[in-house]
């Protein structure tokens, strides 16, 4: 038999998705922990997530340093022995701080987990913060900032969520030199206080773990003493921003870092799902029509992407490419021209199924592992989504019709809602 390579081969549509069942357990103190049992491999992923994000600050750029000095030393032991006593037993650790929440995430053999459990009680219940590695890692930070405020789509990506929520918000504010240099241990100190020991947290268990996981973390983690007092946060009180165009003059760049977009809503939106659709059509994929005018026909660029960020409380829609400086007004014209044909033409039924059958193959493609199936599973267990989200996911995209995404163009993507960042030039 000869193969015809100028034939499509034969597939079929995926038109729902099965995921294991989560298992959600109360600890002696009420924590919660959710445990999402594969047994793939005998490895395992513990995730403690607090309330303690940039949300919470008093003082700008206390989450992450808090966050991330939790290792860096205890009354027992070093920032050295902590890492030598983590390696031991093979075992990985991340200290994460976002804009809703802050994290300390640890990576084990399920068979080592009685070894992990104390270090992590200890790094939660008793850092000492050490004034010469907090220095260390200021020193890192503010090298690293001074590098990326260099890079123009480093700083578009700053000027665009500062225009969009206001600097000083926590889903506008940046870590900025000036800020970092500022920074004291007892403001660091302060933070944890405040926002992190003794205060409520929930737990994610991914992997090959069962009931008797759950009993040995109860046995550690279950025993802490917990607060019951509020936490107070950020009063969003935003003002409205300037729809004027916010252009950072680089003379001697050759390229231009362009964003374009909005502030939009989150997940739990009743329009989220047709406005997904609406913006992988747009510049979601790799085949969307950003790129194919903007890469392909026009090669003004080696990629140009829309997305749709979303947090706990809001969210944001985005376009973003880098170009040569002297096609940025072209760029952003015939971005615009895109937009006008998704507000005023309907979608092509065959375009619409092979965007819808590319979403729906990336979803499943994401549920490879028990902590690519735990991510997924975030969004519902710590924003408090409905329950189906994610069992609904796909016949929600598959429902999306032309008219719907023409409707969702013409409504939020009208031109007096964007907001436009150029760094470079025009």
């Known amino acids: 038999m000869i193969l015809d390579r100028t034939q499509s081969p034969a597939f079929q549509a995926i038109q729902e998705v099965r995921l ?23 490895v395992l992923r ?43 037993y093979g075992a990985f650790l991340e200290l994460n701080s976002g804009p809703d929440r802050a994290s300390i995430v640890v990576y084990c053999l399920t068979k080592f987990l009685p070894n992990v459990l104390p270090i992590l009680r200890e ?44 600097a000083e918000h926590p889903y506008g504010r940046s870590q900025r030199p000036d800020v970092v240099e500022q920074l004291t241990r007892e403001g660091v100190v302060s933070f944890y206080e405040r926002a992190i020991r003794n205060r409520p947290f929930q737990i ?54 362009i964003r374009l977009g909005r502030r939009l809503f989150n997940r739990a939106h009743p329009d989220y799902f047709r406005m997904l659709v609406t913006n992988e059509i747009l510049g979601g994929y790799f085949g969307s029509r950003l790129m194919k005018n903007i890469r392909e026909e026009k090669g003004f660029t080696y990629g140009i992407s829309s ?11 985005l376009i973003g490419t880098d170009v040569n400086k002297e096609n940025t007004q072209q760029t952003l014209d015939e971005i615009r021209k895109e937009i006008r044909i998704l507000q005023t033409e309907l979608v092509p039924d065959e375009e619409l199924e092979v965007v819808k059958n590319y979403m729906a193959g990336e979803f499943v493609g994401s549920l490879n592992t028990p902590f690519e199936i735990a991510d997924r599973y975030k969004v519902i267990l710590l924003d408090s989504m409905s329950a189906d989200f994610l069992t609904t996911y796909i016949q929600k995209i598959r429902a999306v019709t032309p008219t719907e995404i023409l409707e969702m163009a013409a409504h939020y993507l009208a031109s007096d809602y964007l907001r436009e960042v150029v760094v470079g030039g025009k």
């Not at 009180?237 to 165009?245: F, R």
Request: hydrophobic fraction near 40%; charged fraction near 20%; proline fraction near 6%.
């Open 20 to 42: 294991p069942a989560v298992q959600t357990h109360r600890l002696d103190n009420a924590i919660p922990l959710h445990l999402i049992a594969v047994a793939q491999q005998p």
């Open 46 to 88: 513990l995730e403690c997530v607090f309330d303690a994000g940039t949300w919470y600050e008093q003082v700008p750029g206390t989450s992450f340093f808090a966050m991330k000095m939790l290792s860096e030393g205890t009354p027992s032991r070093s920032s050295a022995q902590i890492s030598e006593y983590i390696d031991r």
């Open 123 to 166: 790094m939660l219940t008793e850092p000492t913060f050490p004034q010469k590695e907090l220095d260390d890692l200021r020193n890192i930070t503010l090298q690293n900032l001074r590098v990326n405020y260099e890079k123009n789509a480093y700083l578009a990506g700053v000027l665009f969520r500062a225009k969009l929520f206001g």
């Open 204 to 257: 994610i268990l991914a992997g090959d773990a069962t009931e008797n996981e759950v009993l040995l973390i109860n046995r550690e983690l279950g025993q802490l003493s917990i607060r019951t007092d509020s936490l107070a946060s950020f009063a969003d009180n935003t003002l409205a921003d300037s729809d004027l165009p916010v252009l950072a003059e680089k003379p001697d760049s050759v390229q231009s870092s």
């Open 307 to 317: 997305n749709m960020p979303s947090y706990r409380r809001d969210g944001y829609f």
